[in-house]
Every structure is written in C-alpha cells, then in structure tokens.
C-alpha cells in the first residue's frame, strides 16, 4: 500500500525545455514551428511523389516513403509538446510523459532498423544486381518493413513498463525537452538496478545490430565499387548510396553521443545532440534524398506540375 502512495505522488512531470528564460520563449516557439512545418511538408511531398510516380515504384523508394512517415510520425511525437511548453504551461502528465518516451524509442528505432533495411538494398543492388529482382521482392520487402516497425514497438513497450514501476515521490522536474529514459531514472527514487540492466545488454543490441548490418553492407559496397574499371561507374555506384550514408552518419553520430554512455555522466549538453537526430534529421532527410537524386527530383516536379495542372482554370 505504501508503495502505491508514494508512486501515485508524482502525477505529473515539468519539462523545463531548451531554455528557462521569458525572453527565449517565443523565438524558440516560431524557430521549430517553422521547423515543424518543413518537416511534415518536406516528407510528405517525398510520400506523394513516390506513389504517384511510376518510375519510383522500386524497393529504395518504398523503403524511403515508409522512412519519410515515420520521421513524421516521430517529429509530431515531439515537437508539438515542445510548441506548448515554450508558449504556456510546462508541465506534462505521468501517463503522457511514458506515452511520448514509448513512441519515441519506438518510432525513433524504427528509422534505425529502416536504414539499415536501406542499406542491405543498396548492398544487394550493386553487388548482386542479377538477383536483385528476386531478392528483393514486394513481399520480401513488406516483410522487412512490417519487422522493423514490430520488433522496435515491442522494445520500447519493454523499457516502458520497466519504467512505469520505479516510483517517484521526490522532484519531478525532467532537464529535457522531451520525457527520456536516462532523465526520468535520474528522478526515480527507488532502485533503478533491473532497468540499467536491460539498458546495458538489450539496449545496445537494439541499437548497435542496425549499425553493424550498414557497416558490414558498405564495406561489401566498398569493395565491389573498386573493382569497377571506369571512373564513371564507379560515380554511379557511389551516387546511389551518397544521400543514404549522409543520413546514416547525421542520426547515428549524434544517437551514439547520447545513448552510448553511462547514465550517470548523462548531461544538459546531450539536449543538442538529442535535438539532431529527434528533430533536425528527420527536416533534412528529404532535402538530403531529394537534392541528391534525380529520379526522386523528377517525381516531385511530375507531382508539382500535376498540381498546377489541377489548379488552372479550365
């Protein structure tokens, strides 16, 4: 019974944002709703000029709309809370605090597990191209997308309800933008030993596997590229895969500065770090696709002049 008194004391959070100060309120609040707004046009546009297109209905192009969803699923999950924190009140429920955290881990895993699902197609388009048909069938792929979306939502359901038995009966001010595993632990003031554990051992599994399946994909790519004798085949192999690494690089790097480090050295000067790869990532991932591709920039003028078509008077 007592157990029940004291978690039941914490019924909400107060997420203290980016910046305590009046006067940064408000710019904050434009700067990522301006942020907000790309992002989901951006995205949204990539979705549209993929299935509207028929020369982009291929494996990378359906894996790449399926990305484009989540990050918009995963930015709405985020920056909407952040909107009416900078404008009124900063405080965030108990059950809304572990619903944001759920969907976070969960959706922020699933574009994890998608680029590498990205990066085994590339590796199978250059170095197994006679297959790649076979291998990398519609049914192949929808399996593989219906995994990474599954498997991720089943991990972050674990860390979840792992968290929601610690009790909270002290402070409940979170130092973040967003309700985190490693800062909501720092607030528990029960022991927190089970929750570490699976931190440290299911935790990186979840996280590094992608990264080694891209790694190990690239190498391979690597290695076939340079055993192409024209320099242009060469600039075509790698033209493919540019766009992909850049991604890769910009949500890994800054995912590994957060997560890969012990909870105790866990730090106000992670929220920039936190902000790349939750926010700023998911905003450059269709300019990053997009300039870089010309397939992809051909479907969004197809798109764009459909619609001017629609738009002019008869």
């Keep these: 019974m007592e157990r029940v008194n004291q978690t039941s004391s914490v019924s909400e959070f107060i997420l203290l944002g980016l910046s305590s100060r009046p006067e940064d309120q408000t710019p904050l609040f434009i700067l990522f709703l301006i942020i907000y707004l790309i992002t989901i046009t951006g995205n949204l546009l990539i979705i549209l000029a993929i299935h509207s297109d028929p020369q982009l209905q291929t494996p990378m192009y359906f894996f790449l709309s399926f990305l484009s969803f989540t990050d918009i699923c995963f930015t709405t999950t985020i920056v909407p809370r952040m909107l009416v924190n900078f404008l009124s009140k900063k405080t965030i429920s108990y059950s809304g605090c572990l619903t944001q955290m759920y969907f976070i881990y969960a959706l922020g895993n699933t574009d994890s597990f998608l680029l590498a699902v990205m990066a085994f197609d590339r590796y199978v388009a250059i170095c197994d191209p006679f297959h790649y048909v076979t291998i990398m069938s519609h049914h192949r792929c929808v399996l593989l997308v219906a995994f990474s979306c599954s498997f991720t939502h089943v991990h ?28 909501l632990m720092k607030l528990s003031c029960s022991s927190t030993f089970v929750n570490e554990i699976v931190i440290m051992t299911e935790g990186p599994i979840v996280l590094v596997t992608p990264f080694l399946c891209i790694t190990f994909s690239y190498m391979r790519i690597l290695i076939a590229v340079l055993k192409i004798p024209s320099a242009a085949g060469k600039r075509k192999a790698f033209s493919t895969c540019g766009s992909h690494l850049t991604v890769v690089i910009l949500f890994y790097g800054s995912i590994f500065y957060v997560y890969l480090q012990p909870l105790s050295t866990y730090t106000v000067q992670d929220h920039l770090a936190t902000l790349v790869y939750t926010v700023l990532s998911s905003m450059l991932n269709p300019f990053i696709y997009s300039l870089r591709n010309k397939d992809l920039k051909q479907g969004l003028r197809k798109l764009m002049g459909k619609r001017k078509s629609q738009q002019a008077p008869s």
């Design 156 to 183: 972050s359901l674990l860390h979840t309800l792992l968290l929601n038995h610690l009790t909270f009966c002290d402070s409940n001010v979170i130092h973040h933008f967003l309700c985190d595993l490693s800062p």
